[in-house]
């Protein structure tokens, strides 16, 4: 059975006695993580910023080797950036999309992604479907390879686990749609790295990106981007690439470097790529299947203390969630239930789940409250969550 002590131990805040259970926002960062970021910063105070990087090289570039060891992947296909939603907009930056284009994507996709999917429609032309749920939950990748197959798409889109629900999406099936098509592949793994282990080379994608700042325990401002070697073999190159990604040639020419980092930008908070790197290794020796299997169950404990309660919709519907669970209360506005239990050293977080492509249900709900636990929280902690939460099922 997993154990959470020695990573509680790691975790002042929830040694002091707050249960965070806003891990699908930002969880809290362990120790060795927090280390890492004061002593570089340290650094740049003793040394200067320039001197610093250059001391830390050996662990900055080890920070890649532990990005990709995460996701079975090499350290070549590895770029370090800002976000997710980054990853995303880089993607489709280098995919150099055209009008009729299609993006093939899902109902369940990151609101940022859409609305970038929305400016590619308004600007460029590009066309964009979604692949239908399936009536148990999640995408219907058979009418998504009926999709791919009319439309042979410029990109497959998908988001591994939504912000706003606990569904995982089946993006190895998916992959299997697109690798036998030949067409490009993203996954924006954004809430799945950290709590679901991922294998590139099973998820048969060309692009995977993910911030660490969720269930990866890592700071804010920093991220991963995944691509394949198909992919770096076709070229794919961001519209500006700066001095870092590429050599300039000549006058008006200039080749990418050869690997994923034609991605990046010279610039770098390298305290951030340090935490990064002390965010993957951590989330590797605590074991990411097994971690996530806990964390999960501890997710599933609220979803049926609150099953078959009144007052209260349990929103989350897929046959595999994860540990992100979304409730709608009747008579009390997520915002204010936020807020007071905020007030209660209990953290959770509301989400919007009106936007327009979600099915009608759960739009519906408006904003519902978001409870995301982690592999540091104890049954204990759940309990008295669900206590708090409790009062608010009443008129």
């Known amino acids: 059975m997993f154990d959470p002590t020695p990573y509680r131990h790691d975790t002042p ?4 006695g707050r249960i965070h259970l806003n891990n699908a926002g930002a969880a809290l960062m362990p120790m060795p993580v927090v280390h890492a970021i004061e002593a570089h910063l340290r650094r740049e105070c003793e040394l200067g910023g320039y001197e610093a990087a250059d001391a830390a090289n050996d662990a900055i570039e080890a920070t890649y080797d532990a990005v990709a060891r995460l996701i079975g992947a090499h350290r070549d296909n590895i770029a370090l950036i800002e976000s ?19 993006i093939v994507t899902t109902n369940d996709d990151y609101p940022s992604n859409q609305i970038m999917y929305a400016s590619l429609a308004q600007r460029r032309g ?31 889109s998908v988001t591994h686990v939504p912000t706003n629900s606990g569904l995982v999406q089946p993006v190895q099936a998916i992959g299997e749609v697109c690798a036998e098509a030949g067409v490009p592949y993203a996954i924006d793994a954004c ?3 950290g709590q679901i282990p991922l294998d590139v080379n099973a998820l048969r994608c060309d692009f995977l990106f993910a911030s660490a700042r969720k269930f990866l325990r890592g700071p804010r401002g920093i991220g991963f981007l995944y691509v394949s070697d198909g992919a770096l073999a076709r070229g794919v190159t961001p519209m500006y690439p700066d001095l870092h990604a590429a050599r300039w040639t000549g006058e008006l020419a200039f080749e990418p470097v050869e690997n994923a980092r034609r991605f990046e930008t010279w610039e770098f908070a390298f305290a951030l790529v340090l935490g990064l790197g002390a965010a993957a290794r951590y989330a590797l020796d605590a074991g990411v299947a097994e971690a996530g299997a806990y964390a999960a169950a501890l997710a599933q404990r609220i979803r049926d203390a609150f099953a078959e309660r009144p ?3 349990v929103l989350d519907r897929a046959p595999q969630l994860c540990a992100i669970v979304t409730l709608a209360f009747e008579h009390k506005p997520a915002e204010e239930i936020v807020r007071a239990l905020r007030e209660q050293a209990i953290n959770t977080s509301s989400t919007t789940v009106d936007y327009p492509t979600l ?30 939460l409790e009062e608010f099922c009443e008129a």
Do not use: C, W
């Open 84 to 102: 997710a939603t980054q990853g995303m907009a880089l993607t489709l930056d280098a995919l150099d999309l055209k009008r009729d284009d299609v």
């Open 191 to 193: 809430q799945s790295a």
């Open 311 to 313: 007052g209260v919709r």
């Open 126 to 156: 590009v066309r964009i479907v979604r692949a239908p749920d399936a009536p148990e939950g999640g995408t219907d990748v058979d009418a998504l390879r009926e999709l791919v197959a009319r439309h042979r798409p410029a990109l497959v």
């Open 359 to 388: 099915d009608a249900a759960r739009r519906a709900a408006g904003v519902a409250v978001r409870v995301s636990p982690h592999y540091y929280n104890t049954t204990r902690d759940i309990d008295g969550a669900i206590f708090a």
């Open 13 to 16: 805040a929830a040694m002091a």
